[in-house]
């Protein structure tokens, strides 16, 4: 019987091992910062200042985790980034599909253009101070509304959806549903959302993603402190303690206020990140598919 020849040569062997450790490098680079946060967040901010805290904790404390949740209003931040996050799905996903599909389509007329015009946007924008008017104009300050439609469509998440549809769904599909009476809508319902389980786990992280780091928008259009996001209520526990520095008039309650708000910044990035890093397995096995299949032509 034939043998097969041995796959791994020895200068096979050598490259996988220079690229396991190259890849191992960069893993390190891109995570150490993560848990260099993660250990500071439970450690003596005195020994971080000193450079001490390198791999483990030092003078283990949760101090900056008790300030940061005895404030009330975080727990409501977490509540309204959640109901954000969840109205920005629920908005942007369906509206990106139905924008999107449209232009995949090649008897839809116009179709090039509309998609210039999309481009063009991701260039060009009205900026600041007409988007705060045109929201002003609409009734929408002071409401979630001003946080979630002004940015639930983009042009983006168009453009890639519309590229997904164009490279996975066969034109072939279409004209044998066609054939059986299918109907367009019918089509989009029930075989393209489904054939696009990926797509749609891809503009759900980016939605949920964009939407719970955003703060900025909070800023302009919110002046309710109940419906501020997670992010804004950190913003403001963070500025609270800045300033809070230069009332005190001795020098050690100085440092100590000095210490705890480096500690509470440590702490607030963790507590902000967690929820991306809980979500982010779950739909991590559809991201890769989902991108670059989305991303192969124009």
Not at 59 to 67: A, C, Q, S
Not at 68 to 73: E, K
Request: one cysteine or more.
């Amino acid at each position: 019987m034939r043998k097969l020849p041995k796959r791994s040569t020895k200068g096979d062997m050598v490259f996988d091992i220079v690229n396991l450790g190259l890849l191992l490098i960069v893993c390190l680079i891109v995570l150490y910062p993560l848990y260099f946060v993660l250990i500071a967040s439970f450690s003596d901010p005195t020994q971080v200042n000193l450079g001490h805290v390198w791999l483990w904790t030092r003078h283990f404390t949760l101090e900056g985790y008790k300030v940061l949740f005895a404030t009330g209003s975080i727990w409501r931040g977490f509540v309204n980034s959640l109901l954000y996050c969840a109205l920005s799905v629920a908005i942007s996903v369906p509206l990106t599909i139905m924008a999107a599909y449209p232009l995949s389509r090649k008897d839809f007329v116009g179709r090039h253009v509309i998609t210039v015009i999309l481009t063009v946007t991701l260039l060009f924008s009205g900026g600041l101070i007409p988007t705060y008017m045109l929201v002003r104009s609409l009734g929408m300050v002071n409401t979630i509304w001003a946080l979630i439609l002004p940015g639930a469509v983009g042009a983006w998440n168009i453009i890639v959806a519309r590229t997904f549809f164009q490279t996975s769904i066969p034109n072939e599909l279409l004209e044998a549903a066609k054939m059986d009476g299918c109907s367009d809508i019918r089509f989009l319902i029930q075989i393209v959302i489904p054939l696009s389980k990926p797509m749609i786990a891809v503009m759900t992280l980016w939605v949920v993603v964009g939407q719970w780091n955003s703060y900025f928008p909070a800023m302009i259009y919110l002046n309710n402190t109940s419906l501020y996001p997670l992010q804004l209520v950190l913003y403001q526990i963070l500025v609270q303690n800045q300033s809070s520095i230069g009332i005190t008039s001795s020098p050690e309650s100085m440092a100590a206020q000095q210490h705890l708000a480096e500690l509470i910044q440590y702490t607030a990035i963790i507590v902000s990140t967690i929820p991306l890093l809980v979500l982010y397995p779950f739909l991590q096995k559809y991201f890769v598919k989902g991108v670059t299949v989305g991303s192969l032509k124009g």
